[in-house]
């Protein structure tokens, strides 16, 4: 039952996230062998000026050893 939650700054459109979370659905339900149906994706706005605090230092900062594919940028 494999869940995601897209963090993403504001501005994409419903239709955007409606067609990221449906690529997103197909290609899990692809590589890890499971029923589409099992899939659910998450997308949150969260704010520029917020993305270091909810983000950065609660998720990926405090989990990069869950990190598959680690980012481009750095707030240290």
């Known amino acids: 039952?494999?869940?995601?939650?897209?963090?993403?700054?504001?501005?994409?459109?419903?239709?955007?996230?409606?067609?990221?979370?449906?690529?997103?659905?197909?290609?899990?339900?692809?590589?890890?062998?499971?029923?589409?149906?099992?899939?659910?994706v998450a997308i949150k706005d969260v704010a520029e000026e917020k993305w270091k605090e909810e983000v950065w230092d609660k998720e990926i900062k405090a989990h990069r050893d869950y990190l598959y594919k680690e980012p481009g940028y750095t707030y240290d």
């Open 1 to 40: 039952m494999p869940h995601v939650e897209l963090k993403c700054f504001p501005g994409r459109t419903e239709e955007q996230k409606r067609k990221c979370a449906e690529k997103i659905a197909a290609d899990i339900s692809e590589i890890l062998v499971c029923d589409i149906s099992c899939v659910t």
